[in-house]
């Protein structure tokens, strides 16, 4: 999630929305409100001349937005809900129960805190949001805090649409999904799984747990079971990548029922950029694998997207099924990038990533075509 650091002599931890923006000198001055608190904090630059214990300082403006949900604790804000963004998420728990050697996740470790700090960010978003994701760790390792959040979201928030991001394994077991089912709706959500190969042998060397590929079989089929909307996904690593036109074969046998299938790129950080000797491989090394995959999902009629790349290194047979899919909060560009006349439509980088595994080959593409004169 976004975050930026702030100067406050507030010792507690601080969740609110933002309310009101004023710009008095120049720079926003932003008021945040609490759950049940008449006097609002008031967070604004290091040089506004406000003063009192409930201003908090920023040193540049985060440029937030009316509605957005900030949690501020050891000198930083947190950006939990961005209301001008469609990409938002609460995480369930921090914990997991596989060990993927791809994870960019940098803490993994229970936090006891979390049920209520979702709580209160739940009653805090803005009315209008459209979607939030429910993720982790792995957000069915604590089911019942899962079941709670659900229903909680039903209660004050009945129209939004939640993506489940999970690695499957716990919706092997029917009687969960059948749990999940009577509070979660089915036409309001999607499961985002995914699968890291078509063999055993593949998936469960990145989880490094025997057996999740079966599990993660079986849960496709329970939720398909239920009515659940599936999105499939697929990590390139330097494991799997020559599996691809495979992957969409065993897809199109075994599950016609999946929505559709996203091809992702890897962010290097956490264990990913740990195994980055194992797992790294460069675009054009894969694409013609990718081709041969998109292409047979196209026959095959199984709608396919390809996410967190960069269009420049794809042959222009796949620019139509490239998505910006990074969030905007760690998307990035190159100087190259800024004589591009497609910046924006394309995926761009994480900034997150370890820079040695950032593409160094871009090439801006321009959109101008050749006038032909008339003779």
């Excluded at 440029?63 to 369930?92: K, M, P, Q, R």
């Excluded at 699968?195 to 055993?200: K, R, S």
């Excluded at 800024?338 to 994480?350: A, I, L, N, R, S």
Aim: proline share 6%; net charge negative.
């Amino acid at each position: 999630m976004k975050q930026f650091a702030v100067t406050t002599s507030l010792s507690e931890q601080i969740i609110g929305k933002v309310t009101r923006i004023t710009k008095p000198t120049g720079t926003s001055r932003y008021t945040i409100r609490r759950l049940g608190m008449h006097l609002p904090y008031l967070l604004c630059s290091e040089g506004n001349p406000r003063t009192g214990p409930r201003t908090i300082r920023y040193a540049s403006d985060p440029h937030l937005s009316v509605g957005d949900v900030l949690e501020f604790s050891d000198g930083h804000c947190y950006v939990h809900i961005c209301a001008s963004s469609n990409d938002n998420c609460l995480i369930v728990s921090n914990e997991c129960n596989e060990r993927c050697i791809n994870c960019p996740q940098l803490d993994r470790t229970k936090n006891p805190g979390l049920p209520e700090r979702n709580t209160q960010l739940i009653r805090l978003f803005p009315k209008h949001l459209q979607t939030v994701a429910l993720t982790g760790g792995e957000p069915a390792v604590d089911f019942p805090e899962l079941l709670r959040i659900v229903r909680m979201l039903a209660l004050h928030h009945p129209s939004i649409h939640i993506d489940m991001l999970t690695n499957g394994i716990a919706f092997a077991d029917l009687s969960k999904v059948e749990a999940l089912s009577s509070v979660l709706k089915q036409e309001r959500t999607t499961f985002c799984i995914t699968l890291y190969g078509d063999t055993p042998a593949i998936h469960d060397a990145h989880t490094q747990i025997p057996g999740s590929f079966a599990k993660v079989n079986a849960a496709l089929h329970h939720l398909a079971f239920l009515g659940y909307t599936i999105e499939l996904r697929y990590l390139i690593t330097r494991v799997n990548y020559e599996r691809l036109p495979s992957f969409i074969e065993y897809v199109y046998d075994n599950f016609p029922f999946v929505d559709h299938i996203s091809i992702m790129g890897m962010e290097f950080c956490g264990d990913a950029a740990a195994n980055a000797d194992k797992l790294f491989v460069a675009c054009e090394t894969y694409t013609a694998y990718l081709l041969a995959a998109v292409q047979k999902a196209v026959m095959r009629d199984i709608p396919v997207f390809v996410y967190n790349h960069q269009v420049c290194l794809l042959p222009k047979q796949l620019w139509r099924f490239t998505v910006a899919s990074i969030s905007d909060w760690k998307t990035g560009y190159s100087p190259t990038c800024e004589h591009c006349d497609v910046k924006g439509y394309c995926g761009g980088f994480f900034t997150t990533s370890n820079p040695d595994y950032i593409p160094t080959n871009l090439a801006p593409i321009s959109l101008d075509y050749p006038v032909k004169e008339d003779a």
